[in-house]
C-alpha cells in the first residue's frame, strides 16, 4: 500500500511540476492559443491531485481493515 502512494505521490509531482512549468511557459508565449493552454492547465492543478486522492480512498475502501 505504501508503494502505491509513493508512486502515485510522485507521479502526481511530476505532472504538476510539468503543469506548473507549461502554464509559465504558456504566459510568456502570446500567442491565440495561449489562454486556452493556460486554462487547460490550471484545470489540471485541480484535477489530478484530486483523482490520485480518489485513486488512493478507493484503494483503501476496496481492501477490508
Do not use: H, Q
Not at 37 to 50: D, E, S, V, Y
Not at 51 to 56: F, G, Q, R, S
Amino acid at each position: 500500500m505504501d508503494k502505491l502512494k509513493r508512486i502515485a505521490a510522485l507521479v502526481g509531482v511530476i505532472l504538476l511540476v510539468c503543469l506548473y512549468a507549461g502554464t509559465l511557459i504558456f504566459a510568456l508565449i502570446g500567442s491565440e492559443l495561449t489562454d486556452m493552454l493556460f486554462r487547460a492547465c490550471i484545470a489540471g492543478t485541480i484535477l489530478i491531485p484530486t483523482l490520485i486522492y480518489l485513486m488512493i480512498a478507493a484503494n483503501n475502501w476496496r481492501k477490508p481493515k
